[in-house]
């Protein structure tokens, strides 16, 4: 297991539709445990195969007691609507209130290539549904209004003239208390 680089706001690859896997093999998994491992160490809930620079359709969501592994996930059922705060790890220190459905049931492969369905809903549901969003080339700034992108675009631009990278290494988590 490696924790990878993060891919930021501006990288391609976080606006391609990513490719359906066509099986689940050893080098898949590493790849699930690589997804894991950065998540952790970047302190999210939800990480897309983009945000680590490749465009297939992999995901990983850990939150509220949900450890679930997306492979080629979709989304056979939603309803309701909640609004929440979100962020982002490839748009660090952004954040807007998003509208979504609060209850959904998902549709994936896990990390053996078995075939489940899970009813979700609070924040895994909107986690789960946030990775999708990046597995499709969607961004949580896409669901803002214009005005408010428009905003949170040109503080994320200020913020970072001077880096034109969009690549970021990730930390691992301290493990220590000292």
């Avoid at 959904?104 to 999708?132: F, M, T």
């Avoid at 080339?137 to 001077?162: C, P, Q, T, V």
Wanted: net charge negative; charged share 30%.
């Amino acid at each position: 297991m490696s924790v990878r680089d993060l891919h930021l706001l501006g990288s391609p690859v976080l606006r391609e539709a990513s490719q359906p896997v066509a099986a689940v093999d050893d080098e898949l998994r590493r790849f699930i445990a690589d997804l894991f491992e950065t998540m952790h160490a970047a302190r999210g809930v939800g990480l897309a195969a983009n945000q680590v620079g490749v465009a297939r359709r992999v995901a990983v969501v850990e939150a509220d007691g949900e450890k679930l592994v997306l492979v080629n996930p979709r989304i056979v059922e939603a309803s309701g609507r909640d609004t929440a705060e979100e962020g982002c790890l490839s748009i660090p220190d952004l954040y807007g209130d998003v509208t979504r459905p609060d209850r959904i049931i998902l549709e994936a492969l896990d990390q053996d290539g078995a075939q489940y369905q899970r009813e979700l809903s609070g924040l895994p549901a909107r986690a789960v549904q946030h990775e999708i969003d990046h597995l499709d080339g969607i961004l949580f700034l896409d669901h803002l209004s214009l005005l408010k992108r428009k905003r949170l675009l040109a503080r994320w631009k200020k913020e970072h003239a001077a880096d034109p990278s969009y690549v970021q290494s990730v930390k691992p988590a301290s493990t220590g208390s000292g």
